[in-house]
Nanobody
Framework: VQLVESGGGLVQPRGSLRLSCAAS????????MNWYRQAPGKERELVAG????????NYADSVKGRFTISRDNSKNTVSLQMNSLNPEDTAVYYC?????????????WGQGTQVTVSS
């Protein structure tokens, strides 16, 4: 099983970044996909999630209206479009896959990608 994040980096305030996560080794379409982040000295928090099937989305209040999560089951990828970034968005962002139905209880994580918002 692999989850490989990409797209992180340094961006100025009010800028945009697009994170991607490439998944392999499991039945991607049967997993809820999430993006978490962890800032220095803080607990890991859920940023956005997208379900299987119709792909319902949910967002942390702090990113609603600025971030958009999407998935492509044909390519086994999940993305996070981040707009209007501010310094409080600085964190390591992690891709997470959480199994449903027969895969319930399986939980996979990527290695993380650093996002730094600074002028």
């Amino acid at each position: 099983v692999q989850l490989v994040e990409s797209g992180g980096g340094l961006v100025q305030p009010r800028g945009s970044l697009r994170l991607s996560c490439a998944a392999s080794g499991f039945t991607f379409s049967s997993y809820v996909m999430n993006w978490y982040r962890q800032a220095p000295g803080k607990e890991r928090e859920l940023v956005a999630g997208i379900t299987t099937g119709v792909g319902r989305t949910n967002y942390a209040d702090s990113v609603k209206g600025r971030f958009t999560i999407s998935r492509d089951n044909s390519k086994n990828t999940v993305s996070l479009q981040m707009n209007s970034l501010n310094p409080e968005d600085t964190a390591v962002y992690y891709c997470n896959a959480r199994g449903e139905l027969v895969f319930r209880g399986r939980d996979y994580w990527g290695q993380g990608t650093q996002v730094t918002v600074s002028s």
